[in-house]
């Protein structure tokens, strides 16, 4: 009997050792090494002579200088639906191994069974189910009234007899769902386990760089909203898609957190409606849904995702704290940069909140990871302390440093143009931002210190 190798891979980092240990001593996470079997050597051999590495290239390797390379672009098709062919950086490549992650009903299924749908009638598509019945996935395409004609469907959780059945039928997609419930005969641990997760992946996209095929593959998440599974998943793949928003919202964003062919800045936005999920043409009008009537601490900003700007509103809330540590509560912007944003008032501001709990809320969802927006939020932070509503008609972008000085940020005259579009009439701007000539019907405010900020308000 072939004996077994086992390893211990860490979840956090992917650091693997010989044997467990409490920490890792890659990245000093405790408690996150997980047993991970490697199989015997003669079936891993066997299994590495038909797939021989991640390029495709079954023969040997040949040297070539890197000037000599062909830098022809690689062949990308659609996949009918604009939202996602933006966040994948212009459509499907064929050979790359895509995850598509998110919460239970987000909509991953849905979204994966309309585009398999279109795609369907141009090409050969399978649809690999191993959590569903093929009766549950034909009952949602009929409740969303999709044309589902010349899909293929295969209800199988075995990888070999996956990969078997696909190279007769040689589909140009190829979806599984869900990696987490896919088993390889070899290893011994039961499916949804590290070990099971992280060989079934490697034999998929193994497969999937040999014949070419475009593979999906939808992954569960965790409780902390990571995607469950080892951290060496990811380097397999070439795109990791997170699909996020909450059950009872209406709208889902789609953004990526790994790309090889494309930027990994890029924002889908869809609607969840009774049909499926709709692509949103125009975000920044559905991040805009405002009262009549101005309130305190609301503000419109913009910022910039992938390669177009996006209008949000952000709310604060100031409150007389009752609590020796007052609270900093920060939904869509980081924590962090609250605290420090709000250091940088009081010292050049001359806003003390000290004893005040402070709430800012992004409207809509929307995490906004860029410095763009730190200026906005302590506008809105003035204005809901001083309970003195701003102009509906106002926008603010730019990046506060921690001397007091508002710096610029990219793409300044795109956002100014943007906001003019949506009827935006004043803008308070970094001063380099500014342009010589302001867009017509629009009043542009060029700042380059705190103080001056604080007093155009």
Known sequence: MAKVKTAYVCNDCGADYTKWQGQCTACNAWNTLTEVRLGSSKSTGARNARFEGYTGA??????????????????????????????????????????????????????????????????????????ESLQQVALRANRLGINSQN??????????????????????????????????????????????????????????????????????????????????LEHMIDCSLQLEGDSDGRFRTLRSHKNRFGAVN???VFAMLETGLKEVKNPSSIFLSR????????????????????????????????????????????????AMLLAVLHRHGGLQTGDQDVFVNVVGGVK????????ALLLSVVSSFRDRALPQELIVFGEVGLSGE????????????????????????????????????????????????????
């Open 58 to 131: 079954a023969s040997q390797s040949q040297i070539q200088d890197l000037s000599e390379v062909n830098l022809a672009e690689m062949p990308r098709f659609a996949s009918g639906s604009n939202e996602l062919d933006r966040v994948l950086g212009g459509g499907l490549v064929p050979g790359s191994a895509i995850l598509i992650g998110g919460h239970p009903g987000a909509g991953k299924s849905t979204l994966l069974l309309q585009t398999m749908c279109h795609l369907a009638q141009q090409m050969s598509a399978l649809y690999v189910t191993g959590e």
């Open 151 to 232: 899909l293929k469907m295969l209800s199988e959780t075995s990888v070999e007899q996956l990969c078997r059945t696909a190279e007769q039928l040689k589909p140009k997609v190829l979806v599984v769902d869900s990696i987490q419930v896919m088993h390889v005969e070899d290893v011994q641990s039961a499916p949804g386990s590290v070990s099971q997760v992280r060989e079934a992946a490697a034999y998929l996209t193994r497969f999937a760089k040999q014949t070419g095929t475009v593979l999906f593959l939808v992954g569960h998440v965790t409780k902390d909203g990571s995607l469950a599974g080892p951290k060496v």
């Open 266 to 268: 890029e924002l889908g």
């Open 291 to 338: 009262g009549d009537q101005p309130s305190p601490g609301s503000l419109v900003m913009v910022v910039w995702e992938g390669t177009r700007p996006l209008l949000v509103e952000v709310q604060a809330l100031v409150d007389q704290s009752h609590m020796n540590n007052p609270r900093r509560i920060a939904v869509g912007l980081e924590h962090n940069r609250l």
């Open 368 to 375: 906004v990871l860029e410095t763009s927006a730190d200026l």
């Open 406 to 457: 508002i710096r610029p940020v990219p793409n300044g005259q795109e956002r100014i143009r943007e906001a003019a579009k949506h009827g935006f009439t004043r803008a308070i701007v970094p001063k380099a931002n500014a342009p010589k000539q302001s867009p017509e019907g629009m009043e542009v405010v060029g700042v380059s210190r705190l103080s001056e900020a604080l007093e155009a308000i």
